[in-house]
């Protein structure tokens, strides 16, 4: 992979019902990579209502195996009940290992939920074997310089969704071979368009970045889901896009696994 290509990853957090549908369905007859990021309690069952990432009918356990017998994807932790205690991620781990029959030393991701983990707690905690074999955290969105003026552009991307306006919102979340262990992405909410979306991967392609999109649901019908919710329709228009901007060869297309692989040198 040439380094001046832009990149892009296609997330999905929570692990919601409908994943297993969009993974089967349009991911895999496309060739597209993507990274799946599960909340174990709220697929096995065992997250308190309180707890649980969302209303919705969450994937089972045999939804999380199929996509990880497919190379194609990444299992992660996203917590055991949307937590982001080192209790909670240990308990998630344990899960997966479980159920993907994982051995100690094999390497996870780990998408914090909400964007809560203490950067302390992994500091103190980084050479046990939790964090030893977590190979990168991915976080939300990121605001390095004229953050005042990134967080109203952000509000008004909102509203008026002037791609222009999300780009700016969005650029520091924009990622380089700089980004080494922590990653970041741009959440993609209920009312983002696609027009959004396609402007992030243009300046990605442009300027040689990396863009992590972070999904949670995709549905055919929206009007009654919550804020996370995305049009299915929209996403197919997406990801026709991202493969015609790979097939130019202006794109790489990875799983976050990958590209956390591709910034750090790792084979």
């Known amino acids: 992979m040439k380094k001046e290509k832009g990149s892009v990853c296609l997330s999905f957090d929570d692990g919601r019902g409908d994943n297993r549908y969009i993974a089967e369905k349009i991911l895999l007859p496309m060739n597209i990579p993507a990274t799946f990021n599960i909340t174990t309690g709220y697929v096995d069952g065992s997250c ?10 969450p994937m089972t356990i045999d939804d999380v195996r199929w996509i990880a017998e497919h190379n194609i994807f990444e299992i992660a932790m996203h917590g055991d009940e949307h937590k982001n205690t080192l209790e909670d991620i ?37 050479k046990e074997m939790l964090f030893a074999n977590t190979t990168y955290i991915r ?18 991307a909102r509203i008026l ?11 520091d979340t924009m ?19 696609t027009q959004e979306i396609r402007s992030m991967v243009s300046a990605c392609k442009r300027k ?6 972070m999904f949670h649901s995709i549905c055919e019908d929206t009007c009654n889901d919550d804020n996370w919710t995305w049009k299915q329709q929209r ?10 901007e790979r097939e130019e060869g202006n ?3 990875l799983k976050v696994s990958d590209l956390y692989k591709y910034f750090n040198c790792v084979e």
């Open 235 to 244: 996403f197919i228009n997406i990801c026709r896009f991202i493969c015609r």
């Open 139 to 156: 976080l939300s969105l990121r605001l390095k310089r004229f953050v005042a003026l990134k967080v109203v552009s952000r509000k008004l």
């Open 208 to 213: 040689g970045k990396a863009v992590i999109l």
């Open 90 to 126: 240990i308990k998630c781990r344990n899960k997966l290992a479980t159920w993907l029959g994982l051995k100690d030393d094999d390497l996870l991701g780990f998408a914090s939920p909400g964007t809560g983990l203490n950067i302390k707690t992994m500091n103190d905690n980084e």
């Open 161 to 171: 969704h002037i791609p222009i306006l999300y780009k700016l919102a969005y650029s």
């Open 251 to 253: 794109i790489n297309v």
């Open 48 to 57: 308190s209502p309180a707890d649980r990432p969302s209303i919705k009918k």
């Open 175 to 193: 990622l380089d071979i700089h980004d080494t262990k922590m990653l970041y992405s741009v959440p993609v909410l209920k009312t983002t368009t």
